[in-house]
């Protein structure tokens, strides 16, 4: 199994229309897009997109295999809160990548001069 994260951000120009109409839309057009890249693995591999919003939503086919991954763990471990677990790292990583986006739009801010 091979897999591509992407977060995109809601507010990119690219992806403004689509998260206008609703929440998940940009990570599911970034998903088709990963996958029409990736075409060519789809004989040897199976690949699955993972792709998140900046502001949190997943792409459905995203949102489905990190459902069916936690289950898993939660089977193989017995810890009914596996799932939860899994999507609190998600969550944390999503606000770490925000957070440096921040931070570099206010250090490339500073250093215009």
Same mark, same amino acid.
């Given at each position: ?15 403004? #229309?689509?998260?206008?109409? @609703? %929440?998940?839309?940009?990570?599911? =057009? ?8 990736? &075409? +060519? ?12 919003? #900046?502001?949190?939503?997943? @792409? %459905?086919?995203?949102?489905?295999? =990190? ?8 089977? &193989? +471990? ?12 998600? #969550? ?22």
């Amino acid at each position: 199994m091979t897999w591509d994260v992407t977060v995109v951000s809601t507010l990119a120009a690219f992806y403004l #229309s689509s998260s206008a109409r @609703s %929440a998940g839309a940009a990570a599911d =057009l970034a998903a088709s897009r990963k996958e029409a890249k990736y &075409t +060519s693995l789809t004989n040897s591999y199976i690949f699955q997109p993972i792709a998140v919003e #900046s502001h949190g939503s997943f @792409s %459905a086919s995203s949102l489905s295999f =990190l459902t069916t991954l936690g289950e898993r763990l939660m089977g &193989t +471990s017995g810890d009914l809160r596996e799932m939860s677990y899994l999507f609190h790292r998600l #969550s944390v990583i999503v606000q770490h990548f925000n957070s440096v986006l921040i931070h570099e739009s206010f250090v490339s801010e500073l250093h215009k001069d």
